[in-house]
């Protein structure tokens, strides 16, 4: 029994301890039991997406005397444990220096970066800014070293001084620098720009001729060095990219330190060690490469036609020992800071999962149904890993001595997830640095640079302060979505009432038996006629839209629409699209066989209940081709100008994942149309919704590229967890239906608001007149205006001051410049429009 399942029966066991121990010692009991009471409540109601009855009951725990037995648990249930501190709003190939005092990071163009060191330390002050890039600080924090830009030269500074050192490194093209174990010498890959058939790793010191330490033919990369001066590791095979002088890199860049090489590669990679002292190479077939941290050990993985191989070796020795071999896949080795155990991913059924072997002892330490991958030894006893698929993963802290996880970084939003891209730990353990869309928006190209300090952890009055902006941020969301949804809410819930979780799996089995749906198989045009036979038995009239593909079987496929006509302003479209085909490898049920199941199901709640705007049903063709017929769909749209004011695609909705929860993740651009999905699914349906503004490399981003801030939807996608992703395993048995009948709901009640209520508004401008500001828009669209909300306020709170006016103009008192206006329309029925018209005060 755990320890929380333990303090949960305190109140059953308090009568019986009464008669044994007498009435001082069952006050103190009686006192535990309630926090342990509201606690238990609290994560069940958490789990249920009830957010706002949890917090009251985790703030109450947090004042009890037994504040501290709950305050771990508490932090990570609602964000971090480890407060993390913001390096930089954006910043490119961060590097946090070995012993975590500084971190580096390139601005400005690609083609011409700044670098800049700052500490890492909120709002660190800035300790050097030079031109150039692929820096490097020395394990003592004393030194820097970069290829400085635009003449390509090798340069060194003291930190403390500011002095400056120009290593003669005559014409040689060069990058990579590395730091020597003296931290003072430098190691770089270099090429002579007049043989650009192989590069070498030269060594420089001050005042003297760049030396070659290499002698063999091919490119060299170098992965790591020796702490103790005795040895160099680097990767043979693939050709670094240089930065001639004056001009742009191109292509990637060369390995910047850390573990080289990619698993899973055939046998013909190769690495090498270099005795340092002898001059001696030692080479070896191999992938993944890596050195301890002490420089004692070396781990590497090869592969042949009937088995994975990990191996280990002391650095300058010949002796090999097998760690483990097998028909497993085994990848990403990584040895812990001593040598003595290695960590590696390992893949028994689907998913990766996180192993250490010490000797012959293999300890499993993940079991999530999702992959769980590259793991770092950040100490002797504490593992960095990755979790969820290789775009968007999230970070996770393995104690391998208790067997404890936690979650590292977290933006203490409740529903707003953060995509993370590159992780790296300091050489004692004790930071990590992370690049990562804090905001959750992956849309914007900054991405954000934070500092983890494990040897911190949140205080009680910090997680109070964090748990009620929670409460507040989520009491008025409900309370404003729940008043726009009133004036229709009983109709929401009268056609929800009808959906089928029966009906949506008979449509996913049926599609599942065609295989695979990609454009090229024949279970494309299986669906295509599918797919226009269901939406005809819900009494639509489908169209099928094909057009002329080269790489389809038969030169030709289709998206299959059916529309639902508006019954009082028809002009007015709002699109619900999922594409129906999947990868040529499998037969999709996830991706996305389980959005055209949720698509059909929303269509036939709607198919008896028109809305006052017209809804097209679009199952679209080819996405997993280069979204073909999303941009077919928006190509014909545009040409017959159909008007399209709004737009949802859901994409991959219906795996679960582990626990009770059922959950998915809104993908918008339009933050309007998210909380309406937001407050469609507490209002009316099982599902907790969490969101990122997304929409790059889906059908959704034919939407925007047309009609601009329109797109709202539903999908597992930017945080990614099934292991079947694109895989031959995508099968109908991995999908929890419900869920997809869930999010049909959440679907169905969004499209019935924004297809009943005011779209946004047109060109709103502000004018300084007189004394005041006189704003005008556009006339709304819909018929049954009956006036509008006018907001305006400073940046910080946009919406502070709102009046009401019956035509599309206003005049406010006089404004500071930058003062945040937003308008939007209500109607007769009392429907708020969905999302502002914004604007600024000049």
């Known amino acids: 029994m755990s320890a929380m399942a333990r303090r949960s029966r305190l109140p059953l066991l308090t009568a019986a301890v009464l008669l044994l121990v007498g009435t001082s010692s069952a006050s103190r009991l009686s006192a535990q039991a309630g926090p342990a009471a509201d606690y238990r409540a609290a994560v069940d109601l958490w789990e249920a997406g009830r957010y706002h009855d949890a917090l009251p009951r985790l703030l109450a ?131 002579d720009p007049g043989d650009l058939t192989r590069s070498d790793i030269y060594r420089t010191r001050q005042g003297e001729v760049a030396e070659r330490l290499t002698t063999e033919a091919g490119f060299k990369t170098l992965s790591a060095v020796d702490p103790s001066g005795a040895a160099l590791l680097y990767i043979t095979g693939g050709a670094p990219t240089f930065r001639a002088p004056g001009a742009a890199p191109a292509g990637g860049r060369a390995g910047a330190g850390g573990r080289a090489g990619g698993a899973g590669g055939g046998t013909t990679a190769t690495f090498s060690v270099l005795n340092l002292s002898t001059g001696a190479t030692r080479t070896m077939p191999g992938t993944g490469a890596t050195m301890s941290a002490n420089g004692q050990t070396l781990a590497w993985v090869t592969r042949s036609a009937d088995a994975y191989t990990l191996y280990t070796s002391p650095t300058l020795s010949d002796t090999v020992t097998v760690v483990r071999t097998g028909r497993e896949r085994l990848e990403a080795p990584a040895l812990s800071p001593d ?32 992959h769980d991958l590259l793991p770092r030894f950040l100490t002797s006893t504490t593992l960095i890993g990755m979790m969820g698929e290789a775009r968007h993963r999230r970070s996770q802290i393995y104690d391998l001595v208790t067997g404890t996880r936690r979650r590292l970084l977290h933006n203490n939003t409740i529903r707003t997830v953060v995509p993370e891209y590159s992780w790296q730990g300091s050489a004692d353990g004790r930071y990590v640095l992370t690049v990562a869309d804090y905001d959750g928006d992956t849309v914007s190209p900054e991405r954000g640079i934070y500092v983890t300090d494990l040897t911190r952890t949140i205080t009680p009055a910090e997680l109070t302060t964090r748990l009620t902006a929670q409460l507040a941020h989520e009491t008025e ?66 169209e099928q839209q094909w057009f002329t593909q080269a790489n389809a079987l038969g030169g030709r496929t289709a998206n299959v629409l059916a529309t639902l006509r508006g019954t009082v302003n028809p002009e007015l479209v709002y699109v619900i699209s999922s594409h129906f085909d999947s990868v040529a490898t499998g037969p999709g049920a996830d991706d996305d066989t389980s959005g055209t199941t949720a698509l059909l199901e929303t269509a036939r709640l709607l198919a008896k209940t028109p809305m006052p705007a017209t809804i097209i049903f679009a199952s679209l063709t080819g996405e997993e081709a280069g979204l073909l017929g999303s941009r077919e ?50 209002l009316f349906t099982d599902i907790v919704l969490y969101d990122t503004k997304y929409y790059r490399g889906t059908d959704a981003a034919a939407f925007y590229e047309a009609w601009g801030d329109i797109v709202g939807g539903i999908g597992s996608y930017p945080i990614l967890a099934n292991p079947h992703y694109h895989q031959p395993t995508d099968y109908l048995d991995t999908i929890n239906q419900r869920q997809v009948t869930e999010t049909a709901k959440v679907t169905a009640a969004t499209i019935m608001y924004l297809a009943s209520s005011p779209s946004r508004l047109n060109n709103l401008v502000a004018a300084r007149t007189g004394n005041g500001v006189t704003l005008t828009w556009d006339a709304s669209p819909e018929t049954g205006i009956t006036s509008y909300i006018v907001a305006y306020g400073p940046a ?47």
């Open 796 to 842: 910080a709170d946009p919406l502070r001051t709102r009046i009401t006016v019956r035509t599309p103009t206003a005049t406010l008192p006089s404004l500071p410049a930058g003062t945040r206006i937003a308008v939007k329309a209500v109607n007769d029925k009392g429907l708020e429009g969905w999302d502002w018209a914004r604007g600024e005060v000049r």
């Open 339 to 370: 040598g003595t155990a290695v960590a590696y991913q390992w893949m028994q059924f689907s998913d990766w999962d996180i192993y250490v072997s010490r000797g012959t002892i293999h300890t499993r330490v993940t079991r999530d149904i999702q």
């Open 633 to 682: 769909f928006v190509r014909q749209a545009a040409a017959n100008k159909v008007r399209i004011v709004g737009a949802l695609n859901n994409d991959m909705i219906g795996w679960a994942g582990e626990g009770p929860q059922l959950n998915n993740t809104i993908r918008y651009s339009n933050a309007g149309i998210r909380d309406i999905q937001h407050a469609a699914a507490f």
């Open 61 to 191: 725990v947090l004042r009890s005397p037994a504040s501290a037995d709950y305050l771990e648990r508490i932090a990570l249930l609602t964000g971090e444990w480890y407060p993390s501190t913001a390096i930089a709003d954006d910043g490119r190939l961060p590097r946090l220096s070995p012993s975590g005092q500084f971190v580096s990071y390139e601005v400005g163009p690609a083609a011409d970066p700044t670098t800049r060191i700052v500490r890492a330390t909120a709002g660190g002050p800035l300790v050097a800014e030079v031109r150039g890039e692929g820096v490097v600080i020395n394990a003592a924090g004393t030194h820097a070293a970069w290829i400085r830009q635009p003449d390509g030269a090798l340069v060194s500074r003291d930190l403390r001084s500011g002095a400056e050192t120009l290593h003669n490194t005559g014409a040689l093209l060069k990058t990579a620098p590395h730091f020597a174990a003296d931290g003072r010498q430098l190691l770089f890959v270099g090429a």
């Open 477 to 542: 969301l409900r309370t404003r979505t729940t008043a726009m949804f009133q004036p229709m809410a009983a109709q929401v819930r009268e056609v929800l009432a009808d959906a089928s979780v029966t009906r949506v799996f008979e449509h996913a089995k049926d599609l599942f038996a065609f295989d695979s749906k990609h454009i090229s198989q024949p279970g494309n045009a299986r669906a295509i006629e599918y797919l226009a036979n269901a939406y005809a038995s819900f009494g639509y009239q489908p």
